[in-house]
């Protein structure tokens, strides 16, 4: 399969998504806003976001952005990175008032150098995946993890937080599509295998959904 054609299949439910009911709430495919919301809870919670430059990968409308300025949180710097370019174009009409904030157009899974240069040019220090990784097969969401761990675990405090549908849910034989549920051991021995600093976070919804923190050394230092 080509680059092209990977992004074209990750990205493709969100395209006919936004097709059919324009750059709106619906068109992330979340369960609910309440879902969304506590999702970002948990992420917000496991990480050190004080004066952080933070990248959301899969930005959607931005509203993790939001969420952080609601609860009082201090970021550095907020970076948003979305691949369908009406959602991108929303999100930063939406955000135009907070401070700090910024949305590029952009694809994680099909560019392979785009981690590296948010490291170098942009000093990124936290990697956020909410719900973006529902689409790929699990295989290509480790490929892009691994290319998301390798940039930022190079950076001094350096973190990457992710989540995921549960293997382990009692729900997990209900159907997600286009969502696909991942191996949630697998995943934890993916984490430890690479830093010794990591979360997991299964206990916000029933098991349903899992959150992986994962730090440098000297993050918590």
Request: with cysteine.
């Amino acid at each position: 399969m080509t680059n092209e054609q990977h992004q074209s299949d990750y990205l493709d439910p969100y395209r006919r998504a936004v097709r059919d009911g324009g750059a709106r709430f619906e068109s992330l495919l979340w369960h609910s806003p309440e879902a969304q919301q506590k999702r970002f809870d948990v992420m917000i919670d496991c990480c050190e976001l004080l004066g952080r430059v933070v990248v959301d990968l899969g930005a959607g409308l931005g509203d993790l952005a939001r969420r952080m300025h609601e609860r009082g949180v201090e970021y550095g710097r907020y970076i948003g990175v979305e691949g369908v370019d009406p959602l991108a174009a929303e999100a930063r009409r939406r955000l135009a008032d907070l401070p700090e904030c910024e949305i590029r157009s952009g694809d994680f899974v099909a560019d392979a150098t785009l981690f590296d240069r948010l490291v170098k040019h942009d000093r990124a220090e936290v990697f956020a995946f909410s719900g973006s990784l529902n689409t790929l097969e699990q295989s290509d969401a480790e490929r892009v993890l691994d290319r998301a761990w390798d940039a930022v675990s190079r950076v001094r405090g350096g973190q990457l937080v992710f989540n995921f549908l549960s293997d382990r849910s009692r729900r997990s034989r209900e159907p997600t599509g286009p969502a696909s549920r991942f191996d949630t051991h697998r995943l934890v021995g993916w984490a430890l295998d690479r830093t010794p600093l990591v979360v997991l976070r299964h206990d916000y919804w029933g098991g349903h959904d899992a959150t992986v923190w994962m730090g440098t050394p000297d993050t918590l230092a």
